[in-house]
């Protein structure tokens, strides 16, 4: 009997879709991301259900959308508010454990942003290093911090290891630390420990770059290794069509990037891009650890990130919008000999058909609100007709949804009752609003968007008297960003500078 596959998530955070030089880059180097290109199929069509951190991470570990987990932003919802809850209390367990129950031997390092820093998230190793230290007591027990301070502690001073945060979110930077002490290589080489252990069981290992979310602080010498003057200045539309979306404005006052011109824009670019290229050397000591072993070619790997990022285009920066630089992942599948190598598909795939993956490799296919992947690339099973993106809760203000069919995209605002549609073929940087010209096609969204609601109990006070619900227009209120380090009692701005002296 051939033994289980080794099973290999690798998942970066806020990488855009666009980021790969094998997929049409040609302004990036990215040899290991293309390595990995070449070794499996990659999906052209990959979306985010809920592109922000820790939505999208429940929708990868638990295989459910929002629709199931009741996640529906950054804030956990009343019901989670009490400690005894889990969102695995709404969507079954976990996949480290649904895993574990099929014989794998599980392990994860990174970034996991569970709503509590140290909620039990089901794995048997676990190297867990945030990006912001928010509670009492996180420093001490985030596995990068802990080592930091243990093996390289001239460097324990940095209240924040991977780059400014606060007014200095979207400030060009370098890392503080030398290349080989960052956050990206220590879970590299926690990955690669994992890997050439000797072990009859099959492994689920499970790895979550920090990067390329911003501060974009790349280390030395991938700090300058692209001239800003050869970045691609954003892609922007009427302003006003590019901020029907009122969460943009919001979002970019919160992180100090309401006034950001295109030069500026084009160094972020050029930093963000040294950070994939940093990543993409750490991926590549990852595979060359997979390669060494004896069942190379029986491990399936599986790359992807949580969300995208605006980088400027649509007059936007961060995520949590439904353009598709926001919300379109990259999305690679690799398994020799059983998923074409070097192959693109055009599918409506997301990040819930990660858990049918895994469990599908394992022996069991369990797909909750995904499909099943593997079996679709097989031509055993239908694809999507459509896929659906939410985000803000359902019957609020802020709730928005869209819908993707293999042509168009529609986009609804609960607040102002406003409305976007474009053809992402023929205008892929959605930049021709046809809410008001293509009736039909909108009409048609909007009835498949009334019967989703109408199936998904979560989502019911969305809609209201055969409708979508929505509210006469009110400006979000815009808010600052203050993240610093907590733990060390960093939470402001002092009111008066000497202050800080103190």
């Given amino acids: 009997m051939k033994k289980q596959p080794n099973v290999l998530f690798i998942m970066t955070d806020q990488q855009r879709f666009d980021t790969i030089a094998e997929l049409g880059n040609k302004e990036i180097y990215t040899p290991n991301f293309d390595r990995l290109v070449k070794r499996g199929t990659h999906f052209t069509n990959a979306y985010s259900s809920c592109p922000v951190c820790v939505p999208a991470r429940y929708t990868i570990r638990t295989g459910c959308d929002p629709i199931t987990t009741n996640y529906w932003d950054n804030c956990p919802p009343e019901e989670y508010q009490d400690s005894t809850r889990h969102v695995s209390d709404n969507t079954g367990d976990y996949l480290s454990t649904t895993m574990k129950k099929r014989g794998y031997k599980t392990w994860a390092a990174g970034k996991f942003h569970p709503m509590r ?247 069991d296919c369990e797909t909750r609100d995904g499909i099943d992947l593997l079996r679709m690339l097989k031509g055993d099973c239908e694809p999507r007709e459509f896929i659906y993106g939410y985000w803000g809760t359902p019957g609020t203000r802020n709730f928005k949804i869209m819908i993707r069919d293999e042509r168009y995209k529609y986009i609804y605002f609960a607040n102002g009752k406003r409305e976007q549609l474009f053809d992402v073929l023929e205008d892929p940087n959605e930049l021709v609003q046809l809410a008001d010209q293509n009736l039909e096609t909108k009409e048609k969204l909007k009835t498949q968007i009334l019967r989703h609601i109408e199936e998904n109990h979560l989502l019911h006070p969305a809609a209201e008297n055969g409708t979508l619900k929505s509210f006469d227009y009110e400006q979000l209120y815009h808010w600052r960003a203050k993240q610093f380090n907590a733990d060390r009692g960093i939470h402001d701005f002092p009111e008066n500078p000497k202050d800080i002296l103190k």
Avoid at 237 to 244: P, Q, R, S, T, V
Wanted: aromatic share 12%.
């Fill in 117 to 363: 820093y140290d909620e039990d998230l089901g794995w048997d190793i676990q190297f867990q290093t945030e990006e912001v230290m928010e509670a009492d007591g996180q420093e001490e027990n985030d596995a990068y911090f802990s080592w930091i301070k243990k093996e390289h502690p001239e460097f324990a001073f940095i209240e924040m290891l991977h780059g400014e945060r606060t007014e200095m979110y979207y400030m060009p930077q370098m890392s503080p630390l030398p290349a080989e002490l960052t956050v990206e290589a220590f879970v590299a080489d926690r990955a690669v420990e994992q890997i050439k252990k000797k072990d009859d069981q099959p492994f689920f290992g499970f790895v979550s770059f920090i990067g390329p979310h911003p501060p974009c602080a790349p280390p030395i010498p991938f700090n300058r290794m692209y001239n800003p003057d050869n970045m691609p200045a954003p892609i922007k539309g009427d302003i006003e069509l590019d901020h029907l979306d009122d969460q943009i404005p919001c979002m970019n006052y919160a992180i100090w990037a309401d006034d950001i011109n295109d030069r500026w824009a084009q160094v972020i670019k050029a930093r963000y891009y040294g950070e994939i290229s940093y990543i993409d050397q750490c991926l590549g000591t990852i595979l060359d650890a997979v390669e060494s072993r004896d069942d190379a070619e029986n491990t399936v790997i599986c790359f992807f990130a949580d969300h995208g990022d605006h980088l400027g285009d649509h007059h936007a920066w961060q995520k949590e919008s439904f353009f598709e630089a926001s919300c379109k992942i990259p999305f690679i599948i690799s398994w020799p000999g059983r998923v074409d190598a070097h192959a693109s598909n055009s599918e409506l795939v997301g990040l819930t058909d990660l858990f049918g993956i895994a469990t599908a490799a394992a022996g």
